[in-house]
């Protein structure tokens, strides 16, 4: 079993509770009906450790190494453009929680040269148009439940660096907000320095 440190990862969860909808299914045929109460957390626990620890979390971890390999072949091959990738979907990859495993293998990266020329730039750019896309919504929006959550989301990413409300609670509701969060986060990865 490979270990995999499931911190902030989204995607591994999803993919564990969907099959486990199809595993719940089968074993609701199979226990009689005075034993549900017990037996199907029982046997659902018994099938979905071994399957989520052993199988889906693994294989998720290897997709999100392929994809951190794939930033760094966009780098080597068409450089900027890797890093307007990166700034533009760097909240989308919060989003699912891919970003960690993304920083964890460009870890090395970091440690031999000192700075990262691709992540870094483009997630910072990302993070300063969310920020912006929060103050915007807190200002221009209508109504004052919308102006609280602008507030709220803004407020909570300046001081504790968080952007996880801002993705749920504007950028995924508003979809102009999350084409400009994405056209900020493209248009200033190229300015930021290491």
Known sequence: MKLVNYTQAVVPVILNTW?????????????????????????????????GLCVFGPLCNI??????????????????????????????????????PIMMTLLPVWMEMGFDAIVSPGSIASQWAVIGVELAYALRSKGRENKSVGWSCFVTNVTVNISEPAIYGILLRDKKAMAWSMAGGAAGAPEEKP
């Open 63 to 100: 997709i999100m190494g392929w994809v951190a390999n794939g930033i760094i072949w966009l780098n080597n091959t068409v450089g900027i453009i890797a890093m307007l990738l990166v700034g533009a979907l760097w909240t989308i990859l919060i989003m699912f929680g891919v970003h960690m």
């Open 19 to 51: 099959i486990m909808s199809y595993v719940e299914r089968w074993v609701k045929k199979i226990i009689p009906d005075m034993l549900r109460t017990i037996g199907v957390p029982v046997l659902l626990t018994a099938v979905m450790i071994p399957l």
